[in-house]
């Protein structure tokens, strides 16, 4: 079978990838402000700004001084990253992961819509609870369901076992703001990642993921 011939160019456009990516970092860097994060969390802003294509995206980030160590530490011990939603896990880039960590979303199990309905909350948060044995040291990423963030932390003032990290970055409008308002000054003492507003989501959240699971850009 032979190979498809390219079509003939009629744009003038970067087709290097290497390029491309060198360049998309160079830009980020140019157009962002990094200032009021601790340094460690340059790298993963850039990569969220990448994410995203919102180079304001800076200007509402918060990032805990020690949520980058904590992060990278625990995947690097081989510690599970738990997600609200497939989107989330399916975007987190394997051959990044230190340990080939798994990466776990309950979403689909068969007990979660009857958990659901009994607990009187989302699917995406009900989820959570049945991964409440993986939470020991895990790094949570929440990118899609403000309902799975209060849930979380609902979970953890309860006395659920501690995360090493949470990525907490919901998107919507209702709900998303306040979760991640919570996540901020919830008295958990676990190292988190979020972004205020509405903004958020599963490639935001992904993004993040990526940039702890490896220092390499």
């Known amino acids: 079978m032979s190979l498809p011939a390219r079509p003939p160019r009629r744009y003038d456009y970067v087709d290097d ?24 969390a340059e790298r993963v802003a850039v990569r969220m700004v990448h994410g995203t294509g919102q180079t304001d995206l800076t200007r509402d980030l918060v990032v805990h001084p020690r949520l980058v160590a904590a992060a990278r530490t625990a995947l690097e011990a081989g510690a599970p990253i738990i997600t609200d939603a497939h989107m ?15 990466v776990l979303c309950a979403l689909r199990d068969p007990e979660v819509p009857a958990l659901a309905r009994t607990m009187s909350t989302t699917r995406s948060a009900a ?8 939470l020991d040291g895990a790094v949570v990423a929440i990118g899609n369901a403000p309902t799975a963030l209060f849930h979380l932390l609902e979970m953890l003032l309860d006395g659920a076992p501690r ?14 703001t306040e979760s991640k308002q919570a996540l901020e000054e919830a008295p958990i003492d676990v190292p988190f990642l979020t972004v205020r507003g509405r903004r958020g989501g599963s490639a935001m959240a992904a993004s993040a993921l990526n940039a702890l699971a490896q220092e390499r850009e």
């Open 17 to 40: 990838g290497a390029a491309i990516y060198d360049e998309s970092f160079a830009t980020i860097r140019r157009e962002a402000s990094f200032d009021h994060l601790p340094p460690d």
């Open 88 to 102: 989330v896990a399916s975007g987190v880039t394997r051959a990044r992961l230190p340990r080939d960590n798994d």
């Open 127 to 134: 989820a959570l609870s049945l991964l409440a044995d993986r």
């Open 163 to 176: 995360p090493a990290a949470i990525v907490g970055v919901p998107v919507g409008f209702i709900g998303a």
